[in-house]
């Protein structure tokens, strides 16, 4: 993204005694034919995540991309984190942009938190663009799985493990296996997903999926969801965590109108990971859409 565009910031009171500063960027103009898009970024990740894919969608309408509490360089408060958090973080947004109507392109956990604001709130959503979605797993949890995730879960032993990753090595081997192109995975990718991890506050954000998983999960929602218009899943072929074949008929039972693109040589992060080609496929979504 061009380095001319400035973060900006609101203070989003999210409790009657809680209120998180959050950073978000605008891009493009106004265009009353276009709907605005709303870019949500997964686990870890901050509105850089997207920079190989917005400055290709900027010229025709209006493009935003905030950094959702807890994570980039949003406020990291001692809060219960959840997709209900999350998508009580996009209403604000909204509200503060004063926008009846928005396109979410999400990507793993914002993909979710996209997905679960939708269903609450169906009449503002245009359409649901998502990629590599998280929060329906199916039976992948595996027994080893299940166990270090408890392991992380302990406060102690989270802390620990937390220490240990909250590094560049750590987020090294945590970046690898999200990418099939490990070239990307370069030292500027490293070093904005390292940043925010020394932030105060950081390991309640990043621990909170391990210790409550069930808030990051998408189970409890009515299938189908409320969600009638258009959706899209947009999926990497070598995403070895969420696995195509397998997670996709799960959202499908959610959103039964999604089509599914998969796309090869792509894994988890599969808007940095094949950017030429994700862009492509967004670019014929939204044709279709406006």
């Not at 605008?26 to 190989?52: A, C, R, S, V």
Request: one cysteine or more; charged letters at 20%; proline letters at 7%.
């Amino acid at each position: 993204m061009s380095s001319t565009v400035k973060d900006q910031h609101f203070l989003w009171q999210f409790a009657p005694d809680q209120e998180a500063k959050i950073r978000y960027q605008e891009y493009g103009q106004d265009n009353p034919e276009k709907t605005p898009i709303l870019f949500i970024h997964g686990y870890g990740g901050m509105l850089e995540h997207w920079n190989l894919n917005i400055p290709e969608f900027t010229h025709n309408r209006k493009l935003y991309a905030m950094d959702l509490v807890g994570f980039g360089k949003s406020q990291k408060p001692n809060v219960r984190y959840s997709l209900e958090l999350f998508a009580t973080q996009i209403e604000a947004f909204l509200f503060l942009k004063k926008l009846d109507t928005i396109i979410i392109v999400g990507h793993s956990m914002g993909a979710a938190s996209g997905i679960y604001f939708a269903h609450h709130q169906p009449e503002k959503v245009k359409a649901l663009i998502l990629a590599n979605p998280s929060g329906l797993f199916g039976d992948m949890m595996d027994g080893m799985a299940s166990v270090f995730f408890g392991l992380i879960g302990s406060p102690m032993i989270g802390d620990v493990l937390f220490s240990a990753f909250a590094n560049p090595l750590g987020v090294s081997q945590s970046l690898m296996p999200t990418y099939y192109n490990q070239k990307m995975v370069d030292a500027k990718l490293i070093n904005q997903f390292t940043l925010p991890l020394q932030d105060k506050g950081a390991q309640w954000s990043y621990l909170s999926p391990s210790r409550r998983p069930l808030d990051f999960r998408l189970d409890n929602l009515r299938k189908p969801c409320n969600f009638k218009g258009p959706a899209y899943l947009v999926w990497g072929a070598d995403d070895m965590a969420l696995p195509p074949h397998k997670i996709i008929p799960e959202f499908q039972q959610l959103l039964p109108q999604a089509g599914a693109f998969i796309i090869p040589k792509a894994a988890h992060c599969i808007h940095h990971d094949a950017h030429e080609a994700f862009n492509e496929r967004l670019k014929l979504i939204l044709d279709s859409l406006d």
